[in-house]
């Protein structure tokens, strides 16, 4: 079966500019996760949707981050504006629905780099 | 939610068997351990996972302890292209995935 899929796979951009990231889960995935990666530090869970619907955000910076799932499948993580410190890689992964016993799939990454 | 605590390296022989640990003392009784890897440059790749019985696929092995404070990844035969970032996560009651800062494993030739 096909993989998460994302793009761009690099992005370089000034700061105070915006920036999106895109996702398409694989298929029949229910949930989805956008995950951050700092330089040398463990992925850390940015949002996490069940279909269309926000199951986790609290570290989600709401003031310049917005992430969203239309119809429940491919979803876009939106940074407006930028700071050098968002330079990271944006991780997406899904996972079918199935309580705890079920792992999910990561894509490659988009990275990021604020200049 | 239930923490891990791991090396932060470890070395191992090519063929050798390599062998991670991983601490989750205040893990729930229904919460699985599951194990992750992360080359350079690429997506966390899924290993392996469980609750509390020993697992085994064409990667690794999972060891969990009896009273699950802890397990063990067993990659049987290492190669040069298991070197990577192992991530031990103890799956929480909302279903993400909690990655810490994970074991180092660099396989020497």
């Known amino acids: 079966e096909a993989g998460v899929a994302q793009s761009p796979r690099y992005k370089i951009i000034e700061k105070r500019q915006s920036v999106a990231f895109w996702c398409n889960p694989i298929s029949g995935h229910a949930t989805l996760y956008w995950y951050q990666q700092i330089l040398g530090q463990g992925p850390k869970l940015l949002i996490q949707?069940?279909?269309?619907?926000?199951?986790?955000d609290s570290q989600l910076p709401k003031d310049r981050f917005s992430a969203e799932r239309l119809k429940g499948v491919d979803s876009t993580l939106k940074i407006q504006p930028a700071k050098l410190e968002d330079s990271a890689v944006y991780l997406c992964?899904?996972?079918?629905?199935?309580?705890?016993?079920?792992?999910?799939?990561f894509g490659q990454g988009t990275r990021l780099t604020v200049v | 939610d239930a923490k891990t605590t791991q090396p932060p390296s470890m070395d191992c022989a090519e063929g050798r068997a390599a062998n991670l640990p991983c601490n989750h003392s205040t893990i729930s009784g229904n919460e699985y351990v599951y194990w992750y890897r992360q080359i350079h440059s690429q997506g966390p790749q899924y290993i392996i996972h469980g609750l509390k019985n020993n697992e085994t696929n064409e990667m690794a092995s999972l060891i969990i302890t009896e009273d699950r404070k802890s397990s063990t990844l067993i990659l049987p035969h290492a190669t040069l292209r298991d070197t990577a970032v192992y991530y031990c996560i103890v799956r929480a009651r909302t279903y993400k995935y909690i990655f810490g800062t994970g074991t180092r494993l660099k396989v020497l030739a």
């Open positions: 949707f069940q279909n269309n619907g926000v199951v986790d």
């Open positions: 992964a899904s996972s079918r629905v199935g309580g705890m016993n079920t792992e999910a799939f």
